[in-house]
């Protein structure tokens, strides 16, 4: 369908519809990722959606939407993407994608609430941290500002979305400013989840770069550790909110819901920790 022999999508997707939506990345320039190095940005054609949703088995109830960031295709073809999963797919109740804050920032929150109303359930976004310094350094596209101004939209929308966030992404020394300033943003808005990864340095990245002329210094297990201890002890949120370090780069994979488990989880960190 696609010259991509890459797809991606979040381990929770796994036994999920896969339709492929875009290929690589519209940005593909993030310091620390290598998810689509050398692969070329484009939307699929809705007519090739189409024949893959034809093959589709009708009593489909979840469906991802592949590509790095398929939000990018805009408001009139996301549009009629869920009007042709509805068609093809009855029976799908929840479609879920990948997103960016620069993707969503070309919505408005009408648009994102009527695509919420066809289906479009569930986003999965690349927040990373609360730091504008730090976000600068891994040349994320975004500031602090933007990510919490597209978040307050969805959540006017009433569109759900996880929170994807990093820890050790501002390297030696500053695990703990960095978990202070992450819920900080976070606590700023409503999430249905919270998912933590642990910072991987991937080879042909900018970040490898960084790290072997010396600009970069990678935080140590222990440090990162504390990195998630901090973050889930400045976390209160007002509304259920998973938080889950499943995600297979993590140190330690807990999960739980916050607040009520927010205890157990930091005893579970603590322990690690002795």
Not at 43 to 65: A, M, Q
Not at 82 to 103: K, Q, T
Not at 164 to 180: D, T
Not at 185 to 209: A, D, H
């Amino acid at each position: 369908m696609s010259g991509s022999q890459t797809i991606h999508y979040p381990q929770d997707e796994v036994h999920t519809f896969l339709l492929p939506v875009t290929v690589s990345c519209s940005y593909n320039a993030c310091a620390f990722c290598s998810m689509y190095a050398g692969e070329k940005f484009s939307p699929v054609n809705l007519s090739d959606i189409e024949s893959e949703l034809k093959h589709g088995d009708t009593y489909t109830e979840r469906v991802f939407l592949t590509g790095a960031d398929p939000l990018q295709i805009g408001f009139e073809k996301m549009n009629l993407l869920l009007d042709l999963i509805h068609l093809y797919l009855p029976y799908c109740g929840c479609v879920a994608s990948y997103a960016s804050i620069r993707s969503i920032s070309q919505y408005s929150a009408e648009e994102l609430s009527i695509l919420h109303k066809k289906g479009l359930w569930d986003l999965y976004i690349g927040f990373e941290t609360g730091s504008d310094e730090v976000l600068k350094l891994m040349n994320k596209g975004h500031t602090v500002s933007d990510a919490i101004s597209q978040a307050k939209k969805l959540n006017e929308a009433d569109l759900s979305f996880n929170t994807i966030v990093i820890y050790g992404i501002g390297g030696q020394g500053r695990s703990v400013e960095n978990a202070v300033a992450t819920a900080e943003m976070i606590m700023q808005f409503r999430t249905r989840r919270v998912i933590t990864m642990n910072l991987t340095v991937f080879p042909g990245t900018k970040l490898k770069e960084m790290v072997e002329s010396g600009d970069f210094i990678a935080a140590p297990n222990r440090e990162r550790l504390i990195e998630v201890k901090t973050l889930l002890e400045n976390l209160d949120p007002t509304t259920p909110t998973v938080f889950d370090t499943t995600h297979p780069t993590n140190i330690l994979k807990i999960k739980g819901m916050l607040p009520q488990d927010k205890e157990r989880l930091l005893a579970e960190v603590r322990k690690r920790l002795h």
